[in-house]
């Protein structure tokens, strides 16, 4: 098997060329992971914001909160096109046109019914939205591939020591946006269960196999629940140069290690331990 990185590269290569591109202007459902969709819909948009033509992004149906409505027109723009996409990923899973919220701590808030997450980057937005009956958490990320000097200056802040030591040469642009991308999809799936900010260490990059599935693990506690050693997988896909990762947490997933059990990583043959 290619290593981590080579391997990856083909995977996500593969996935970019089972989708069209981000539609301008318009919602479009689009799965860009290799895995199934299950009682889980994706939309995504691509965006204007600095041409006056608003278009799609008029935000009639649903409540800007006052901090938004005040922020920057691009700022605007990313956070209504994010609604939009949530939206509509809604509409397509329970056929009501519903809008999330946005929290104090700016989470969004969704119905009791449906987790979902929502990322935008540059002129993009996407948002998944799933039944809660299912899943307990859901989190995807949208990120522009890095130019290798952006990946020098951000891997000591994505990565920890421990997997800068396991990397080794094996550090490069792709795998450095890989785990930044796959920490924040965790995050935005773990948060609103643990409700608890968790930084770049709080997890780490144990392997990858060649379905386009990357593996995170917890380095610590985050609550009783959730539990040093606990694995997520991480889906990742490509399109028009920006990574999408997603983690979708099913129900029943919390399963804390034994202690002293060997990592899952080690016990599955087509994970590649990194
Ligand atoms: C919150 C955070 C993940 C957002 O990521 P980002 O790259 O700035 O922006 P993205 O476009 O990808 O995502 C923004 C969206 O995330 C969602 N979001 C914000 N805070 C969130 C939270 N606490 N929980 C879940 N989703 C959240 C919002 O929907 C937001 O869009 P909106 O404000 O328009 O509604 C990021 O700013 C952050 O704080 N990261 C540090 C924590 C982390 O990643 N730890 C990793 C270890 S597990």
Redo the contacts with the bound molecule.
Sequence with gaps: MPDFSTGCGAMIAETGARNASFPPGRLQEFWPWLDEPADCRCVAMRFSWNTGNTGPLEASDFDVPPRIARAAPRRLA??VA?RRCAGEALRLLTGRTLFPG?AE????VWSEDIVG?????RDRAIAVAGRSERYRGLGV??ETMLTETEAREIAPQVLTERERARLGRRIDAFTVGLAFSA??S???A???IVRR????D??ELAGWDSEGTALLRLTGDLSPEWCRGQEFAVHLGCLDGFLITRVSIERGQARPLAEGAAPTAQRRDHIVPV
Aim: hydrophobic content about 35%; glycine content about 6%; proline content about 7%.
């Design positions: 990313e956070f994010g946005q701590d700016r989470a969004p997450s929502i990322s935008h980057s990320d949208l920490k924040e965790l995050f935005k773990l948060y609103p900010f968790c930084g770049f709080a997890s």
